[in-house]
């Protein structure tokens, strides 16, 4: 009976909890977001699947020569630094 109290109760918290989101109207706000967002992704142009390994060499070369570049200047005033002290 335990278990079955604990089912109920929850059912009760739950529904409750719907019944106050739908009366004060904010399932039919979510369902207008979803509805809006849906249309706006339909609207969208999807890149191809060769756009899109393009664009992550692109990206993995511009993060490899970013990389390459911070070492290269971290190093240079490392040098600097310990050539002063």
Do not use: H
Not at 11 to 22: D, E, K, N, S, T
Not at 54 to 66: M, P, R
């Amino acid at each position: 009976m335990n278990e079955f109290s604990r089912i109920i109760i929850w059912c009760v918290l739950i529904g409750g909890a719907f019944i106050w989101l739908w009366r004060s109207g904010q399932l039919a706000r979510f369902t207008a977001y979803v509805e809006a967002t849906q249309e706006e992704l339909r609207k969208c142009t999807w890149p191809t699947w060769e756009e899109l390994k393009g664009s992550t060499v692109v990206v993995a070369v511009s993060i490899v020569l970013l990389g390459a570049f911070t070492f290269a200047v971290d190093f240079v005033c490392s040098l600097f630094v310990r050539w002063i002290t």
